[in-house]
């Protein structure tokens, strides 16, 4: 079946730096990536839409220019986390549409970041 | 935009019991409604969805039911065991399964022996 791998599954990095989450597919392309976050004991929250070649689709309330999103390629999505902050600590996971005609999303195993 | 609640935040059951979990939805023109089953800091994992143009959908034990009318659905668990321990989340999304999903809150449940 369809694999998403994502990476790194844990980070801890300082306040005012960047941090850099990667989220492939691994046997299929991937034309849309969902990126959501999730804070504990919480429910899985949308923060952008990233479609390949194109720019990401922020939902209302998250910052674009925080949250920054790149799909280059057909197997591959980034989320970087610009001059993070402890309130930026929280369990991103990304999900992925095979084929634009796909009707199940698969989820990648999710990314921990914690900013001291 | 969609908006999906979820009942009840928290359930436990003794191991064999049933276990039942609701949600509503807000956007009539939602037509997809899966279910994940999230153990702690993993991925959710899909264990069964159903379309709006089908009212119930079974799966061994598990079994989910739509009602578009009222804009519910539900997630019924027969014969619960210990490893059906883990949190719930139901889900709404238009235009099939493979566009962005709307989560309802969670439900932790737990089945004691």
């Known amino acids: 079946g369809a694999v998403v791998s994502q990476h790194p599954s844990r980070v801890i990095c300082k306040s005012g730096t960047s941090v850099k989450i990667e989220c492939r597919s691994l046997d299929f392309q991937a034309t849309t990536m969902f990126w959501y976050r999730q804070f504990p004991k919480q429910s899985l929250m949308l923060m952008a839409t990233s479609n390949e070649g194109s720019k990401a689709t922020y939902e209302q309330g998250v910052e674009k220019d925080k949250f920054l999103i790149n799909h280059a390629s057909l197997t591959l999505s980034t989320l970087t986390v610009t001059s993070a902050h402890p309130e930026d600590s929280s369990f991103y996971i990304c999900?992925?549409?095979?084929?634009?005609?796909?009707?199940?999303?698969?989820f990648g195993a999710g990314s921990r970041l914690t900013v001291l | 935009g969609e908006n999906v609640e979820q009942h009840p935040s928290t359930l436990s059951v003794q191991e064999g019991d049933s276990a039942v979990i609701k949600c509503t939805y807000s956007?009539?023109?939602?037509?997809?409604f899966p279910w994940y089953k999230q153990e702690l800091g993993k991925r959710p994992q899909l264990i069964i969805d159903?379309?709006?143009?089908?009212g119930e959908k079974k799966d061994q034990r598990i079994a989910v039911t739509l009602n578009k009318t009222a804009k519910h659905f539900s997630l019924h668990i027969t014969e619960t065991q210990p490893e059906d321990s883990a949190v719930y989340f139901c889900?709404?999304?238009?235009?099939?399964?493979?566009?962005?999903?709307?989560f309802g809150t969670g439900t932790q449940l737990k089945v004691e022996l």
């Open positions: 159903i379309r709006s143009n089908v």
């Open positions: 889900a709404a999304s238009q235009g099939g399964g493979g566009n962005k999903l709307t």
């Open positions: 956007d009539s023109a939602s037509n997809y």
């Open positions: 999900s992925a549409k095979q084929g634009a005609g796909a009707n199940v999303l698969t």
